[in-house]
C-alpha cells in the first residue's frame, strides 16, 4: 500500500508517474516535527532494524550510523564521511520491527540522519515545508521496493551492445589514439563493444562540436569502428561555451534558452571551456531544443551519450571569482596570520560549487520563476530528460545508449547513471559493490562504476579484481583520469588473464542481459541484499559484501589487496563455480553456512542457488558475435533447474513481447 501525504504546495519533479490519491490517515511509523522553514520526521530504530536506500551514497548497504544529504555534488574526492555524491535519491526502506519504504519527493535539500546524531534515531529532515513524502507498507522487501518503482515508472533500457565491456579514458586526443586501442583489444584477443570519447574529441570543449584536427572525419571514424564491432560513445558537458560565432551559444543566447540571475543577464560560470551557461533544463522548450543537439551526432552514426558536470559542476561564477581577486588583490604585501592565511586560501577553495552561486540563477519551470537552488537535485535528470525525450522523437524505434553523472529518481525513466568520480582505492570497489542494491531500488539498473577507479594510479591486482566484480554490472567500463596510470587491459603484464576475465563477462551475456532485462520490464532489483531472498535467515541480514545478481546466483567478490581468497556466508546449500576463462571450470558443491574459499587472482567465482541455472554462450570479441542459441546450461539440479531467457534484438524497443521470453529446463 502506497501512502502519499503532501505538504503545502510542493514543486512537481516528475519523479512519480502513477497517480496516488492522498492518505486520510496521519503518517504512520514517524513523529513528526514542524518549523517555519523545515519538517523533521523521526523514527525509533529498534537495535536490530535495518535501514536500506538512498541510492548513491557512501557506506554500507545497511545505511546505519551516518548522516547523507540529497545534494547533488560533484566531489571527485569522495570518502567514507562524504555526506553527499553525485546522485539525490530520497528512498529509503527500514526493515525490523516495521517494514517500510519512504521516499521523500522533494527537487532540494534532504538530510537522512540514520543513527548519526543519536544512534537508535532516524530524522528525516527536508529543508523546506512544501514537498511529497510517500510511505509504502507490503508483504515483504521486494514488493515494497516494486510498487515503489511502479510508482516511478519503467526504468531506462540500454541496447544490448551496451553491456558489453567499454574503455574509456580521459581521454583519447585523436582518431590514432583510438585506432590504437582498438587495435590493442582486438590483437589481444580481450572483448571490447565501447571506446568513450571525452571532453577533448570537441573543438575546445564546446557541446556538439568536433575537434577537426583530432578528429578529421568522426562520421566516418565511426563507421569503421561499426564494422569492427565497436561504438563511439562521446559525453556530453551541460556548460555551453561563451564563444562569438559558436551556433549554440548564440541560439541559446537569442532564444533566450540560459539560466538567468536576478537582474536578467545570463548566469556566467566557469567549467571546461572557461566561461559557460547553463542551458534551462527545467524550461520546456529550453530543453527540447538543447536535445535536439544531439542529432549533430547521431547524425554521424554515434549511437550513445553521456551526460557529464550536470550538477551542475561550477568550478566558478564569474561574479565570485572577480570578487576573489579583488580580496587577494586587498591581501598582496600583507603578514598573512592564521587569519587571513586561511581567509586566503578559502576564497579561492570556496570558488567550485559554491552554495551562494547555486542560489544566484533562475529556473522558469512549470510557468514558475525558480530560484535553481530550490530545484537543484533536478538538474542532471533534466538534462537526460532533454536527450531521452529528443531520442525518442529522433529515434523512436531504436535505443540509444545514455548514462548521466547527477540524477534524481525519475531519471531512471531516461537513462542510467556511472557512479561519478571514484579512486583506485579497494574501498571504492567495496564502495561499488555495496551501491549496486540501492541504485536498483531507485531504479538505475543500467548502472556501474569506474572500473580500475578513476582517480589515483590503479595496480594490476586492483584491476583485476574490480573487473571481476564489473563482469556482472550491466555498465561495465574501464575509465580513468588524465595524469593517472593508464589502465586498459591490454598495458598490463599478463594480458591473457585480461583477456579470459573480460572474456567471461560474454560467456555469460545471455544472463547478464536476461536478469538485466526482466528487471527493467517487471521494475524489479537485479543486485539484492541476501537478506531480501533470505528473510528467514538472520544471519543473511548481516552480511555486506555478497550480493545476489539475478535469479540464480550469488557473487562474492574479493576487494582486499593480497587476499588469496575470503570468507563466505552460503544461507543455504549452493553450487560453487570457478572460472579462470570461459571453458577452465571448476565446481563444487557447498554445504549451508560458513567457508573459506581460495580465490586465485585470474579467477572469477559465483554460486548457484538449487534449481537454478545460467545460460553460457561461447563468447564472443563483442555482443554481436554472441550467440544466444548455442547456449551451455550451467546448473545446480536438486530436482529441476530451470530459467527464463530473455532474447531480443537487442535494439528495438517492443521489450514485452511473450517471444522474447523463453524457458529453459535442466534435469
Ligand atoms: C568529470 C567526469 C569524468 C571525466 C572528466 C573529464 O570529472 O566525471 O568521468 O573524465 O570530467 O571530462
Known amino acids: 500500500m502506497i501512502l502519499k501525504y503532501v505538504y503545502g ?8 508517474v502513477k497517480e496516488v490519491d492522498g492518505a486520510e490517515k496521519n503518517i504512520p511509523f514517524f513523529n513528526v516535527e514542524k518549523t517555519e522553514e523545515t519538517v523533521t520526521f523521526s523514527y525509533q530504530m529498534e537495535e536490530d532494524d535495518i535501514v536500506y536506500g538512498l541510492g548513491e551514497n557512501v557506506r554500507g548497504i545497511n545505511k546505519r550510523g551516518f548522516l547523507y544529504v540529497s545534494n547533488c555534488s560533484d566531489d571527485p574526492c569522495h570518502r567514507e564521511d562524504t555526506n553527499s555524491l553525485y546522485g539525490a535519491h530520497n528512498f529509503i526502506l527500514v526493515d525490523g520491527k516495521e517494514l517500510f519504504g519512504v521516499f521523500v519527493d522533494f527537487p532540494e535539500k534532504v538530510t537522512f540522519d540514520i543513527g548519526y546524531t ?20 507490503g508483504e515483504d522487501e521486494k514488493d515494497i521496493v516494486k510498487q515503489f518503482r511502479q510508482m516511478i515508472g519503467q526504468s531506462y533500457i540500454a541496447p544490448k551492445w551496451a553491456l558489453g565491456y567499454g574503455q574509456s579514458r580521459w581521454s583519447y586526443m585523436n582518431e590514432g589514439e583510438i585506432r590504437e586501442v582498438v587495435k590493442n583489444y582486438r590483437d589481444n584477443q580481450i572483448p571490447l ?7 577533448d574529441y570537441m573543438e575546445r570543449y564546446k557541446d556538439f562540436t568536433v575537434n577537426k584536427e583530432a578528429f578529421p572525419d568522426l562520421e566516418a571514424l565511426a563507421k569503421e569502428m561499426k564494422e569492427q564491432g565497436i561504438r563511439l560513445v562521446p559525453i556530453i558537458d551541460a556548460g555551453v561555451k561563451i564563444e562569438e560565432g559558436y551556433d549554440i551559444y548564440e541560439e541559446g543566447l537569442e532564444k533566450g534558452y540560459f539560466c538567468k540571475k536576478e537582474d536578467g543577464t545570463e548566469f556566467v560560470a566557469g567549467v571546461w571551456p572557461g566561461k ?3 542551458p534551462d533544463m527545467l524550461n520546456d522548450e529550453a530543453r527540447n531544443w538543447f536535445g535536439k543537439k544531439y542529432k549533430v551526432l547521431l547524425d554521424k552514426g554515434i549511437e550513445g551519450f553521456w551526460n557529464d558536470m550536470n550538477e551542475p559542476a561550477i568550478f566558478y561564477s564569474e561574479d565570485r571569482l572577480k570578487k576573489a581577486f579583488e580580496e587577494l588583490a586587498k591581501l598582496q604585501g600583507e603578514n598573512l596570520d592564521i587569519y587571513k592565511f586561511f581567509h586566503m586560501k578559502d576564497l579561492v577553495l570556496e570558488l567550485a560549487n559554491n552554495k551562494e552561486d547555486y542560489a544566484s540563477f533562475y529556473h522558469e519551470y512549470k510557468g514558475q520563476r525558480i530560484r535553481h537552488d530550490k530545484v537543484h537535485n533536478l538538474y542532471g535528470y533534466y538534462m537526460t530528460r532533454a536527450a531521452g525525450e529528443a531520442f525518442d522523437e529522433l529515434e523512436p524505434d531504436k535505443r540509444i545508449l545514455m548514462f548521466s553523472r547527477a540524477s534524481y529518481i525519475g531519471m531512471h525513466r531516461y537513462g542510467g547513471i556511472w557512479t561519478g568520480d571514484n579512486m ?3 574501498s571504492h570497489l567495496l564502495l561499488n559493490i555495496r551501491m549496486m542494491p540501492a541504485l536498483n531500488m531507485c531504479g538505475f539498473l543500467y548502472t556501474g562504476a ?29 575509465h580513468s583520469a588524465l595524469g593517472t596510470r593508464r589502465q586498459e587491459a591490454y598495458q598490463f603484464e599478463d594480458k591473457k588473464v585480461f583477456a579470459n576475465i573480460i572474456g567471461i563477462r560474454y560467456g555469460i551475456l545471455p544472463y ?5 532485462m526482466k528487471s527493467s520490464i517487471r521494475d524489479e532489483m537485479m543486485f539484492r541484499p541476501l537478506a531480501f531472498d533470505y528473510r528467514e535467515d538472520s544471519f543473511a541480514k548481516r552480511v555486506e559484501d555478497q550480493l545476489l545478481v539475478g535469479d540464480s546466483i550469488m557473487i562474492a567478490p574479493v576487494y582486499e589487496q593480497n587476499a588469496k581468497g575470503r570468507y563466505v556466508y552460503l544461507p543455504e546449500k549452493m553450487k560453487m563455480v570457478k572460472m579462470k576463462s570461459l571453458t577452465e571450470r571448476t565446481y563444487e558443491i557447498l554445504e549451508k553456512g560458513h567457508h573459506y574459499i581460495d580465490v586465485d587472482l585470474d579467477e572469477v567465482i559465483f554460486f548457484i542457488r538449487p534449481d537454478k541455472l545460467i545460460p553460457l554462450s561461447k563468447g564472443g570479441q563483442f555482443v554481436e558475435e554472441v550467440d544466444f ?17 530473455y532474447t531480443d534484438d537487442g535494439f528495438t524497443k517492443e521489450y514485452d513481447k511473450p517471444e522474447h521470453f523463453k524457458h529453459l529446463i535442466s534435469k
Open 9 to 16: 504546495t510542493p514543486i512537481e519533479t516528475d519523479a512519480v
Open 118 to 137: 543519536k544512534r537508535t534515531e532516524m530524522d528525516i529532515t527536508v529543508n523546506d515545508v512544501n514537498f511529497v513524502i510517500y510511505v509504502i507498507t
Open 193 to 199: 563493444d565501447m571506446v568513450y570519447l571525452d571532453i
Open 276 to 278: 559557460v551557461h547553463f
Open 424 to 426: 583506485s582505492w579497494w
Open 450 to 478: 569506474d572500473l580500475g577507479g578513476f582517480g589515483a594510479h590503479v595496480t594490476e591486482d586492483l584491476m583485476l579484481r574490480w573487473l571481476e566484480f564489473g563482469i556482472f554490472t550491466p555498465l561495465m567500463r574501464n
Open 512 to 516: 547478464i542481459y536476461s536478469e538485466y
Open 629 to 645: 542459441e548455442d547456449l551451455e546450461l550451467l546448473s545446480f539440479v536438486e530436482t529441476e533447474a530451470t530459467y527464463e531467457l
